[in-house]
């Protein structure tokens, strides 16, 4: 029920108490009024009859007292009058006249105790007010009762009953009532008119409040409330519309800013409020993200975390992130959350042509979520059922697509999930830099731990790497075969055929070496022209053998330089770990002293390491 009504209500049930109530009071009042005057009548003209009869007896001429009581009742307007007489006087003076011998049941208990009875009664629509009062014998005055009456003080001699018709008043007192009650309805209903008059801006202003509330719940607050006073109802209805305009304007900016940091178009039935809310939590939440991946340590820890968020916020749990890894080459790093895993979205000639694959050739985003078979190389795989639709996002690093991200939806959850796409883009916008960071970190790692000119490992990496090494070799209870080796007279090439001739014998003997070992070996440029093999899982005598074999191919290998060609041979140092020392750089040390003794013996050989090798001779190393 709105304001108004509740208003009017109340004001009417006001009014319409009022009036019962008046009408009640005044009804009550009337009828008190009626009984007191009426009872001061039949008093006083029972006063005047009492009067005239003693005085009738005393002068002889109580035979009239008919034709007295007659003219009193068109004098005094009485309806009736007549009166009985008590057996004192009928025994005193003989029975009277027929009327005053036969009391009713009233002038029998008055005459009996001499007290005055008042009633009134309805009789044929006419409301009758009747009194029966007694004559008791006084000796008052002059005459007096007891003159002529022999009988005692205060017998009651008789009573006279008067009858008097209340309806000109009864009526009277109706109209009087009736008019004060139109008069006071009129009062009311003006009343009311005015207060509606009052109130109507007050309710009308309270319900346009709500209306536009009611439009701000739901984002929109474009609502305006009319101003119709200028008190403090119309002070409300501008404040509200400056609050709305402040909020309508408020909620403009920050949507334009968003919608640009999300690319998400907003529609005409969205809640722009809640999709403000929707928008700046997925920015929150992509920018809590970006600081995670910042402090990840490698790619494989991005990528993981990434599919975590888009299984969890996302509820997409089938998706591939493919790496190019050549010029024509993709490599799947991540299928449905499993780093390693086949190609399964997509046709695996892609692997080996990435130009078939649409977001790779052309660097955009590739929507199959609207546009189903945009991209001719997405196929789902036989297992699946329901239909499957793509999304495919190329993360640019170095202004080339470094990854592809690729999320598969069934078919039904397209609709959702294309809303959710402009927030996947800011995942992935977040994540392209630290990406590019990463990999820009891990090259310099990588040639901070390689030697530019042989391309082999360098002593850093060795220092980084023998801890794990050292482990594994304890826990799995393999022995590591160690060589150093050096180059026979290298100061000679470069003195002779320059420092370019070096260079080229150091490239040639270090790609002799790599090519002499298994892959799971290491061969380090050590420092210089002396290089160091870690042999693992061998034992001397074929560590042994191995070396040989390396010197060999040496010394038979033909460096072309410039227009000579060379032939050089090396000289090995040969120890074991753990076998001659417990530590792996004593063990190295070993190894170098075993060259030193190659050298000494002529060059061109291999020394396996022994202890009186060093015994002795520690000082000089
Ligand atoms: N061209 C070139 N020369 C290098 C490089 N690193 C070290 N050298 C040279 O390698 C030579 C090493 O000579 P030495 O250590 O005296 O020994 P050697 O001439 O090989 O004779 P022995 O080792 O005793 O057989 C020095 O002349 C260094 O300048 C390099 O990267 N390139």
């Known amino acids: 029920m709105n304001l108004n009504r509740k208003m009017t209500l109340l004001f009417g049930g006001i009014a319409v108490g009022t009036l019962v109530m008046l009408i009640l009071i005044s009804l009550y009042a009337f009828r008190s009024y009626s009984i007191a005057s009426s009872t001061a009548h039949v008093r006083t003209a029972a006063e005047i009859v009492r009067v005239h009869l003693t005085e009738s007896m005393i002068q002889g001429v109580i035979d009239k007292r008919e034709q007295f009581l007659n003219r009193l009742i068109e004098v005094q307007g009485l309806r009736t009058a007549r009166v009985v007489r008590s057996t004192h006087v009928n025994e005193q003076f003989g029975a009277g006249m027929n009327r005053e011998m036969n009391a009713d049941e009233i002038e029998k208990l008055v005459l009996a105790d001499g007290q005055p009875r008042y009633e009134i009664r309805d009789e044929a629509g006419d409301s009758v007010f009747r009194g029966t009062i007694p004559f008791a014998a006084s000796s008052r005055g002059?005459?007096?009762?007891?003159?002529?009456?022999?009988?005692?003080?205060?017998?009651?001699?008789?009573?006279?009953?008067?009858?008097?018709?209340?309806?000109?008043?009864?009526?009277?007192?109706?109209?009087?009532?009736?008019?004060?009650?139109?008069?006071?309805?009129?009062?009311?209903?003006?009343?009311?008119?005015?207060?509606?008059?009052?109130?109507?801006?007050?309710?009308?202003?309270?319900?346009?409040?709500?209306?536009?509330?009611?439009?701000?719940?739901?984002?929109?607050?474009?609502?305006?409330?009319?101003?119709?006073?200028?008190?403090?109802?119309?002070?409300?209805?501008?404040?509200?519309?400056?609050?709305?305009?402040?909020?309508?304007?408020?909620?403009?900016?920050?949507?334009?800013?968003?919608?640009?940091?999300?690319?998400?178009?907003?529609?005409?039935?969205?809640?722009?409020?809640?999709?403000?809310?929707?928008?700046?939590?997925?920015?929150?939440?992509?920018?809590?993200?970006?600081?995670?991946?910042?402090?990840?340590?490698?790619?494989?820890?991005?990528?993981?975390?990434?599919?975590?968020?888009?299984?969890?916020?996302?509820?997409?749990r089938e998706f591939s992130i493919y790496e190019t890894s050549g010029p024509k080459q993709l490599e799947p790093f991540m299928v449905d959350g499993v780093q390693g895993s086949p190609c399964r979205w997509c046709d695996p000639q892609i692997l080996v042509r990435s130009d078939m694959c649409r977001a790779k050739r052309s660097g955009h985003t590739v929507d199959g979520l609207t546009q189903p078979g945009i991209c001719y190389a997405f196929k789902q795989p036989d297992d699946t059922g329901e239909t499957r639709r793509h999304y495919c996002v190329p993360i640019m690093q170095s202004g080339a697509v470094g990854s592809i991200v690729q999320l598969v939806v069934r078919e039904s959850e397209a609709a959702r999930f294309h809303a959710q796409v402009p927030y996947v883009n800011v995942y992935v916008r977040e994540m392209a830099p630290v990406l590019e960071a990463k990999r820009l970190t891990e090259t310099l790692r990588e040639s901070s731990l390689r030697d530019a000119m042989t391309g082999l490992n360098n002593r850093r990496f060795l220092e980084e790497y023998v801890d794990t090494l050292v482990a594994t070799a304890r826990r799995r209870k393999i022995e590591l075969a160690i060589m150093v080796l050096d180059i026979d007279y290298f100061k000679m090439v470069n003195d002779t055929y320059g420092h370019d001739a070096g260079d080229a014998v150091l490239k040639s003997l270090a790609a002799v070496l790599r090519t002499s070992v298994r892959a799971s070996d290491m061969v380090i440029r050590f420092g210089g022209e002396e290089f160091l093999i870690v042999l693992q899982e061998t034992e001397a005598e074929n560590a042994l053998r191995v070396a040989e074999n390396i010197r060999a191919t040496v010394a038979d290998l033909k460096i072309q330089v410039g227009g000579a060609v060379l032939q050089k041979t090396i000289s090995i140092g040969l120890a074991m770990f753990p076998e001659d020392s417990e530590t792996f750089w004593q063990t190295v040390k070993f190894a170098d002293v075993a060259l030193y003794r190659a050298k000494d013996d002529g060059r061109n050989r291999v020394v396996r390491f022994r202890s009186e090798m060093w015994e002795g001779h520690a000082d000089s190393y």
């Open 142 to 316: 002059t005459p007096n009762c007891l003159q002529c009456h022999k009988v005692s003080e205060g017998t009651v001699l008789g009573a006279v009953t008067m009858e008097l018709s209340l309806t000109e008043l009864k009526e009277k007192a109706l109209t009087t009532v009736t008019w004060i009650s139109v008069t006071m309805a009129m009062f009311a209903a003006l009343s009311i008119v005015l207060a509606r008059r009052l109130i109507l801006p007050v309710g009308s202003t309270a319900q346009a409040v709500e209306r536009a509330v009611q439009r701000a719940l739901k984002g929109d607050f474009k609502g305006r409330v009319e101003k119709r006073t200028d008190d403090e109802i119309g002070q409300i209805a501008s404040e509200t519309n400056n609050l709305l305009t402040f909020l309508d304007d408020g909620l403009a900016r920050i949507s334009q800013r968003v919608v640009q940091l999300t690319g998400r178009t907003l529609r005409q039935d969205d809640n722009q409020l809640e999709v403000a809310i929707d928008m700046v939590n997925g920015l929150a939440d992509a920018s809590s993200f970006k600081q995670a991946i910042e402090e990840d340590e490698t790619k494989a820890e991005i990528f993981d975390r990434f599919g975590r968020v888009l299984t969890e916020q996302f509820g997409v």
